[in-house]
């Protein structure tokens, strides 16, 4: 079994996109077991388009020797800017009051805060100037878009990953050796350490049959390539204690997690996403674009998501998964705290 890990590991969806919300407003279905937090869905991601404002605060150079409070509050900085700077358009959409300065202050305080506490937490590490400079061009592509990422997309799956590894361990610790926190353990190529069970564990890209139990092993495969490899092609079966092929359509399942991207496990089998009407539990059960809404009666169906500022009742039946007093965001990093700028 892989456990939860610190930084974007043991936090919902995107944590940089989480924290600039002051408390998640949406009612999101559990993600897939051991699958990639990406942000919520509603439309395509793209790539981050160079014409797309990231922003006035620079993020220079490969990495920052030694992380320190002013190289986070930098980075803090410019993820606030490339956010505020481009939600207006959104923020107008759903006929939320919006204040860029406001923005800009609150989302800079806590990313700051909640990344140093995991740094802290963490040991310190390298800070990755390449990685938080692409964090922040995707987060100003989705603002100036008004969207959110598709979960299935590369840039969800980039996004994630450099959140994960925004910090570089700066240990000597070796793959198998005891460590505290994830920085005692040493950096590797083609292998991302963790410091799991109080000893380093290196995660190496999936192959069918690689073990994934980080208890019985110190180096496994990362099944689900949250930090390496390929994503979409295999999960981390707990009973084996291996990595396996994720099932088609039509295959046999025990859970939603062995099942290909776009499917899900019902009644045994590997299904289809719900359609339009069809009866849902949670969105992760209805087709892309749709959202699971509780009608009159009490009952949840699949229906057309709504957009910026149609009516709703809870945060499901948002695009963006957020209902705010009656309305729904355009997206869910234009939220009506972000745009005000308040908590």
């Avoid at 990362?222 to 295959?251: K, V």
Wanted: proline content about 6%; charged content about 15%.
């Amino acid at each position: 079994m892989q456990p939860s890990v610190r930084f974007a590991f043991a936090v919902p969806t995107a944590l940089l996109v989480a924290v600039a919300c002051s408390a998640p407003e949406a009612d999101v279905a559990p993600p897939r077991d051991e699958a990639p937090d990406a942000p919520p869905t509603a439309a395509d991601g793209g790539d981050a388009s160079s014409a797309v404002s990231t922003g006035s605060v620079a993020l220079d150079g490969a990495s920052v020797a030694t992380t320190t409070a002013s190289d986070v509050a930098a980075f803090a900085a410019a993820y606030a800017d490339a956010l505020c700077s481009n939600i207006g358009p959104c923020c107008q959409a759903a006929s939320f009051a919006y204040d860029a300065a406001a923005c800009t202050s609150k989302v800079a305080s806590n990313i700051a805060g909640v990344v140093l506490s995991f740094t802290a937490a963490d040991g310190g590490g390298t800070l990755r100037q390449d990685r938080a400079a692409r964090l922040v061009a995707s987060i100003a592509r989705q603002a100036s878009t008004c969207s959110d990422l598709n979960q299935s997309s590369a840039e969800a799956t980039d996004f994630v990953r450099d959140l994960i590894t925004l910090f570089a361990p700066t240990g000597t610790a070796a793959t198998g050796a005891a460590c505290a926190m994830e920085n005692d353990c040493a950096d590797a190529p083609g292998a991302a350490p963790r410091c799991l069970y109080g000893r380093c564990v290196a995660h190496l890209p999936a192959t069918d049959g690689s073990p994934c139990d980080a208890q019985s092993s110190t180096t496994v495969g990362d099944c689900t390539a949250r930090l390496i490899g390929t994503p979409g092609t295999f999960w981390c079966d707990d009973t084996l204690g291996t990595c396996q092929a994720l099932g088609p359509l039509g295959s046999a399942c025990s859970k939603t997690a062995a099942c290909a991207p776009g499917t899900r496990c019902t009644a045994g089998v590997c299904s289809s996403l719900a359609a339009m009407g069809e009866p849902c539990a949670a969105r992760s059960d209805c087709a892309h674009g749709l959202a699971c809404v509780r009608g009159a009666q009490g009952s949840r169906a699949c229906a057309s998501a709504k957009v910026g500022g149609a009516p709703c009742k809870d945060s499901d039946e948002c695009a963006s998964f957020s209902c705010s007093m009656g309305i729904c965001a355009a997206s869910s990093l234009s939220t009506r705290e972000n745009c005000a700028g308040s908590n």
